[in-house]
């Protein structure tokens, strides 16, 4: 494994210099504090190259299924962590839904991450518009407000970290970002240059991770594709995009394959707060480096 942390990774801290561990909780719920310095002391040993982390990002979760507990249970095999996008007006409190959340958080291998209140997307004048781009200020800033409070109450602790439905993003995104306090992630196309403007907007707090999507569409994983575009990106941390209510048998064998590929590459399976929290222990790093 490269021993020197590229470019990428050196950005991505310096946007997250007021995230050490001391100062995290003027922002963040006492619950959700725990839980990040939790993570970060499972996973800390892993924080010495974040050029070979993979967050694998799981979207659309709305209920307990068969495909995700197959996911899982490939995850888990391989010794994967997974981080699972919620869409929170599809769930209940007081469910079996809420407790197998509850219960899975508790394994330490999966973090629940905020992928919007509806989902939904709808066009005006020929415009396509989605829940975060297009849709206005307010009509974000709610669903934002709404989301994260929701799964407050779902999991009884803040969620960090936000992936919007069909990866959405535009200035409005950026500021209801910026005025959710509890947030340290978003997961974004960090190259798009449609969204350059909306990506220079975002707090410093919060850092952006680019996403790699499934490579022939949705819930549609192929291991020897996504292993070529691997083997052509700079050295840097990365999201992998999966649909797992997609997965038939075929597919479930795709990401098997995927798992055991990205473990012979040397790659590292982190959850968004170890992520979170390895970016401030490498910006203090920094900074007590040349002081």
């Known amino acids: 494994m490269i021993n020197t942390f590229p470019k990428h990774c050196r950005s991505q801290a310096s946007r997250l210099s007021h995230l050490a ?9 006492p619950k959700t504090l725990v839980l990040l310095i939790t993570l970060a002391l499972n996973g ?22 068969q495909a995700w507990s197959n996911f899982l249970e490939a995850s888990r095999a391989a010794g994967v962590k997974v981080s699972i996008g919620v869409i929170t007006k599809s769930i209940r409190e007081n469910s079996p839904v809420q407790e197998w959340m509850r219960a899975q958080e ?5 973090e629940f991450w905020n992928h919007g209140w509806d989902h939904k997307r709808w066009s005006t004048n020929d415009f396509a518009i989605t829940e975060f781009q297009g849709s206005g ?16 109450k779902l999991l009884g602790h803040d969620v960090i970290a936000l992936g919007t439905p069909y990866n959405g993003f535009d200035l409005d995104t950026a500021q209801a970002m910026n005025e959710s ?36 569409g949705t819930g549609k994983p192929n291991a020897a594709k996504l292993a070529a575009l691997l083997a052509r990106r700079p050295p840097g941390p990365v999201s992998l995009e999966f649909h797992p209510t997609y997965f038939g048998a075929p597919r ?7 798992l055991a590929d990205l473990k012979v590459h040397g790659y590292i399976t982190m959850l968004p707060a170890q992520y979170v929290a390895a970016l401030a222990d490498l910006k203090q790093g920094e900074s007590a480096k040349y002081s």
């Open 21 to 29: 561990i001391g100062q995290l909780n003027t922002f963040l719920s």
């Open 252 to 258: 479930l064998a795709e990401y098997r394959k995927i």
């Open 181 to 216: 306090p509890a947030l340290r992630l978003f997961f974004t196309y960090t190259t798009n240059p449609k969204q350059e403007a909306a990506r220079q907007r975002v707090d410093a707090r919060i850092a952006l991770l680019d996403i790699v999507n499934e490579a022939e």
């Open 137 to 152: 200020l307010a009509n974000q800033r709610e669903h934002l407000m709404r989301s994260q409070a929701a799964l407050r």
């Open 106 to 110: 508790k394994n330490g291998d999966v």
């Open 44 to 65: 800390s040993a892993m924080a010495a190259d974040l050029s070979k982390v993979v967050i694998i990002k799981a979207d659309d979760f709305t209920g307990t299924n």
